[in-house]
C-alpha cells in the first residue's frame, strides 16, 4: 500500500490513475477471507487448465507427484507444552521475546504446540537436519508439458505425502485406461503402491535400494518406468520457482487454510509464466 502513493507501476498494474486515492490496507485481508470462503484458489488453477488451448497440452495419461517443506510463520519460542510448564527465563523486558531455556528438554507436537500458529507442527526433513515449524505442500504435475494440475497443502507427518498423492491421483484417474504416476523412493511403500493399482495407477515409484522395495521387476522393466523416472524430477523446477521467484520458502500468512490458499495460488501462477512459450511452441 505504501508503494502505491509513489510507484507509477504499481499504480498501472492495479488500475489506479495518477491522482486516485489507493484504498485502505484493510481491503485486502477482507478480499483474502472472501476468496477463503469460495475456494477461489483452487478454481482458478482449474479455470486456468481449463482453457481450449491448454488443456490441449495437457497430457491424461501420465502424471508425477511429489512435497515440499514450507516454512511456518513462527518462531520455535511459540512452540511450547500444551500443558503449561515451559522453562521460561523471564517474560521479556522491553517488548523483548522472553527467554527461553530449551536445554536438554525434549520437544514433539504430542506434547507441544505452537501460539503463534497452532496447525503448524515440528518436523524435520532428515537425520541429523534441524526441526522447524512447517507445513508440506504437495503437487501433481503432468508429465507432457510440466505443469501443475492440482496443489495441496496439509500438516506434516510422515505419511502426509502418500496420502495427499492418492487423493489427488484419485480425482484424475477415472477413466477405463491405466495412467501412470511417477514419485521419488519416499513414496516406495507397500500400501501406498498397492492402493495405486487399486485406482489402476501403475507405480512408477523410484526403488527404495535400503530395504525391500514394493516396486518390483513387473513394474521397473517397462520403458515407460524409466521415462517417467526421467520426467518426474521437473516437478522441482515448480517448487524451485516457486520458492525463490514467488518467494514462499516461508509462508507470511498463519492458519493451514490461509497458507493452502497462498499456495494454490502460487501453483497457478507458475502455470501462468511457463505457458506463453508452451503455447508459442504449440502447434
Known sequence: MERLEFDLLFRWFVGLGVDEP???????????????????????????????????????????????????????????????????????????????????????????????????????????????????GHGLMENRSGLVVDARLTRVSGHAERLAALDMIEAVADGPTAITLGADKGYDAADFVEELRTLNVRPHVAQNTSRRSAIDRRTTRHPGYAASQRLRKRIEEAFGWMKTIAGVPQTKLRGLDRVGWAFTFTAAAYNLVRLPRLLAESP
Open 22 to 136: 489507493a484504498w485502505d490496507h484493510s481491503t485486502f485481508s477482507k478480499n483474502r477471507d472472501r476468496l477463503l470462503a469460495g475456494e477461489i484458489a483452487a478454481q482458478f488453477l482449474a479455470a486456468v487448465l481449463a482453457q481450449p488451448r491448454v488443456s490441449r497440452l495437457l497430457s491424461t495419461e501420465h502424471f508425477s507427484v511429489d512435497g515440499t517443506l514450507i516454512e511456518a510463520w513462527a518462531s520455535m519460542k511459540s512452540f511450547k507444552r500444551t500443558s503449561g510448564g515451559d522453562r521460561n527465563g523471564d517474560d521479556g523486558e522491553g517488548g523483548r521475546n522472553a527467554r527461553v531455556d530449551f536445554r536438554g528438554e525434549k520437544r514433539s507436537n504430542e506434547t507441544h504446540r505452537s501460539t503463534t500458529d497452532p496447525d503448524a507442527l515440528l518436523y524435520r526433513k532428515g537425520p541429523g537436519m534441524e526441526a522447524r515449524l512447517c507445513f508440506i
